[in-house]
């Protein structure tokens, strides 16, 4: 998985990006040093609590909390976010503001192990019904330990469908994180939120309502050395194997 490093300058479908270096993340294992140990982000222009929660590692209620920013989460380019309880800064100013709307849920966070109903190509988990992203072949595998994946990879040529795991809101649509490429990140409830990197084209912008199924993107190699989709479902801001949520195939 990419060490993540937030270089975003715009929201998609509004202005473009600057050029940002980009690495396939199998290349890499985890959050580096700076990243782990790092008290406050600066916040650029395009970034998100979402996108910059996802940099870190981090659940983007907790930054929230953390930092006293309450929905629709509002931050500002040059605003110093605190990455931890002890670091919360004092004052954050800048002239910009940009909006970064949530799903709005009535649903609280899962203590327990998901509950799992399986059907013929949907399958509920931590209340909410997910499917497959893609349908090529499964060629990568969630992985803690050895060559770090924080998702799954699969299989596709250029050019072809990626769909809307489960329904929600688009919270980030771009580019800038290094190794995803061009990225799309839904929220899906105030627990999950997946992610569909390496597209070639998006199709949506944030703050888009997402059905389930809906065509989002479709497949590239932005960010990775061949066409394929790598989607990744995070359970309270930590990356959790995609394949315990969607249905067997």
């Known amino acids: 998985m990419t060490v993540l490093v937030m270089l975003l300058s715009a929201c998609a479908g509004k202005s473009g990006y600057a050029p940002v270096s980009s690495i396939d993340y199998t290349k890499e294992k985890r959050l580096t040093y700076r990243q782990k140990s790092a008290k406050y982000h600066t916040v650029k222009r395009g970034e998100t609590l979402y996108s910059i929660s996802w940099n870190y590692g981090k659940n983007f209620k907790e930054l929230a909390r ?8 509002v931050i500002h380019p040059g605003q110093k976010i605190a990455l931890k309880t002890s670091s919360k800064p004092k004052s954050s100013k800048a002239k910009k503001t940009i909006k970064n709307n949530e799903v709005k ?22 209340k909410v019904q997910w499917q497959w992203p893609a349908s090529g072949k499964l060629i990568g595998t969630f992985s803690s330990n050895g060559r770090f994946n924080k998702g799954i990879d699969i299989a596709g040529k250029l050019g072809e469908p990626v769909y809307a795991a489960a329904k929600g809101k688009v919270v980030f649509a771009g580019s800038g994180l290094r190794g995803y490429g061009k990225l799309v990140i839904i929220h899906h409830n105030e627990t999950y939120l997946s992610a569909y990197a390496h597209n070639s084209k998006l199709l949506v912008k944030e703050n888009q309502i997402i059905k389930a199924g809906q065509k989002i993107a479709e497949i590239g190699s932005t960010g990775t050395d061949k066409p394929k989709l790598h989607f990744e479902v995070r359970k309270n801001g ?12």
């Open 238 to 249: 930590k990356p959790v194997n995609p394949l315990q949520y969607l249905p067997k195939r």
């Open 66 to 73: 953390i930092n006293g920013i309450k929905s629709p989460y």
């Open 105 to 126: 849920s009535v649903v609280k966070p899962i203590k327990k192990a998901p509950v799992i109903r399986r059907s013929n190509d949907k399958r509920t988990a931590g």
